[in-house]
């Protein structure tokens, strides 16, 4: 996921404040909020997870729950850091789980960093609430 810097941080902050809303404090607890379908699906989401352990934001307290195979919904937040983005575990595959990275871009390292092909290739959406500022000033689009 890609989230433009300047607000970033709020951004996160509306995050947890909707899953809270959604699922209620105790995500574990709530009968909307589904579970790993097998144990080994579980482990290899939690080896993406705890490679990147310093990285976790979540909106509660609650642990990851092998045992219930319960892993709640997490970011892995890279600030401004691609390199760490493009080479981390969980942007080798699919997570099929609620373990999402982040990232946070401006303007001109979003254009005119090297982008690999290995990092395109697992992008799956932009979005873009105003286009016009977010394109306003790139030689690269006009």
Known sequence: MFVHESVAEEFLTHIKQEIVGFYGPEI???????RMVRHTCWDRLMAMVDADSDKIVRGTDEKPNRDDRFMPPTILD???????????????????GPVVPLFRFDLHRFFTMEMSRVFWCHVRVLFCLKQQELFEGC???R
């Open 28 to 34: 574990a607890k709530s009968g909307c909020y589904g």
């Open 78 to 96: 890279f600030g401004t850091d691609f390199t760490a983005f493009k080479n981390a575990k969980c942007m080798e595959h699919e997570t099929f």
């Open 139 to 141: 030689s690269l689009v």
